[in-house]
């Protein structure tokens, strides 16, 4: 049998795996500040080169997140164009985010512990 590393993160499964699985915390994070539409919660994640995403490639996320009751969504006016759709956090999403943090965190400190031999 045989192994092989990919060490190129563009084409590694496992990260993108991993970053698929916090894009929606991501996203929670950014609208528990402040409500937020699609274009600009876009370019808010590009701005962080682990969460760069497509143009467009938001909105099934938001979709998804809004089903989850986690965010919901208001149609609002704009003084550079057409209406914007803007998604803010619901309680549910409140909790969700104190929730995956609090994993995150456990997780981060179990894969250290791992990390450092604690466990010999």
């Not at 499964?13 to 876009?42: N, P, S």
């Not at 995150?104 to 400190?109: A, S, V």
Request: glycine share 4%; with cysteine.
């Amino acid at each position: 049998m045989t192994y092989s590393v990919c060490m190129d993160t563009k084409k590694d499964q496992w990260i993108i795996q991993l970053k698929k699985g916090v894009f929606e915390l991501a996203i929670l994070l950014l609208v528990r500040k402040k409500a937020m539409y699609g274009y600009e919660l876009t370019h808010r994640l590009n701005q962080v080169p682990m969460f760069t995403l497509a143009e467009g490639s938001i909105y099934p996320i938001l979709k998804r997140m809004v089903n989850k009751n986690w965010i919901e969504s208001y149609w609002q006016d704009s003084e550079e164009g057409p209406r914007r759709k803007y998604y803010q956090i619901t309680q549910e999403g409140q909790e969700v985010v104190q929730q995956r943090m609090n994993d995150y965190k456990d997780l981060y400190q179990a894969l250290e512990f791992l990390k450092e031999g604690k466990n010999e």
